[in-house]
């Protein structure tokens, strides 16, 4: 049974400066929804508040579980599964053995169907639903970069999150790499998880979520369909303006990306 995150009026303070503001958003199952904005928008704050990394204040929901002061094991094990900005692949493992390190939540429920059904059958099930099935027993050091990410966001749903928080899991790849993903990011939403994608690839965001989020300055400046924020005025503005150059620091900002 998958649920649904509700995030509410999450607001994150670092020191003097206000990250992100009174955002309010949700993810259904089976949804892909899209979080943009400019470098320092407040995007990787969003996933490291929602996934219990950083304090905050509002409530993060999934289904009825009021999760707002939970621990982030806590959060990850009820449900919650994020990936990182810059993540890198256990490269003396296999790639199953990194489904396998992914795979680590013990609960009941977890605990039962491996035991009815068996892990390396789940592993197989994702494997399939990214096409990386006959990667399984390579080692991960001799992976090409897209198949690398496909490995990292495998790692992440063999914890079987109902909702996927991703942090720019395209940074570093091509255009065809980054379409592949999108590909497979789809599937992997369509099987039933609900996916908050952040990236700086307007390309990959506008062609392949449902619906979009754009942060500015730690609020939500627009939301709504691709061809909705395509079309917004303030959006463009304050971003599709300017991405020509998507990593440059906007004039004014706070500061630049973490990385
Ligand atoms: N750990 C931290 N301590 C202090 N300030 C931070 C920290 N993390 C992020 N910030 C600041 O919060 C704002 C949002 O950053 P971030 O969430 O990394 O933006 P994005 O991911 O959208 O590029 C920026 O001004 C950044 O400098
Ligand atoms: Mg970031």
Redesign the pocket.
């Known amino acids: 049974m998958t649920k649904t995150l509700h995030v509410t009026d999450l607001t994150v303070r670092?020191?003097g400066?206000t990250?992100l503001n009174g955002v309010t958003l949700t993810v259904a199952p089976g949804e892909l929804v899209g979080l943009i904005?400019p470098?320092?928008?407040?995007?990787?704050?969003l996933i490291d508040a929602v996934s219990g990394f950083t304090k905050a204040t509002g409530t993060v929901r999934l289904g009825e579980y009021d999760l707002s002061r939970r621990r982030a094991y806590a959060r990850a094990r009820a449900g919650l599964g994020r990936s990182w900005q810059a993540a890198d692949l256990y490269d003396d493992l296999t790639v199953q053995e990194n489904l396998t390190v992914g795979a680590y939540r013990p609960n009941w429920r977890q605990t039962l169907t491996e035991t009815v059904r068996g892990r390396a059958r789940h592993d197989e099930q994702i494997a399939e639903l990214l096409g990386i099935q006959d990667l399984l027993h390579q080692p991960s050091d001799g992976l090409a970069a897209g198949q690398r990410k496909l490995v990292d966001l495998g790692r992440a749903l063999a914890g079987r999150p109902d909702v996927l928080l991703l942090d720019e899991p395209a940074a570093g790849l091509n255009t065809a790499e980054s379409s592949l993903l999108a590909t497979r990011l789809r599937s992997v939403v369509d099987a039933g998880t609900g996916v908050l994608l952040v990236d700086h690839d307007m390309a990959l965001v506008l062609g392949v979520c449902d619906r979009i989020v754009v942060?500015d300055f730690?609020s939500v400046l627009a939301e709504g369909t691709p061809q909705q924020i395509q079309t917004n005025q303030d959006v463009i503005a304050a971003y599709l303006g300017r991405a020509a150059s998507p990593e440059a620091d906007r004039p004014g900002s706070?500061?630049?990306?973490?990385p």
Do not use: E, M, Q, S
Not at 39 to 45: L, Q, R, S
């Open positions: 670092y020191g400066v990250a904005g470098n320092g928008a407040g995007k990787t704050t942060l730690g706070p500061a630049g990306d973490r």
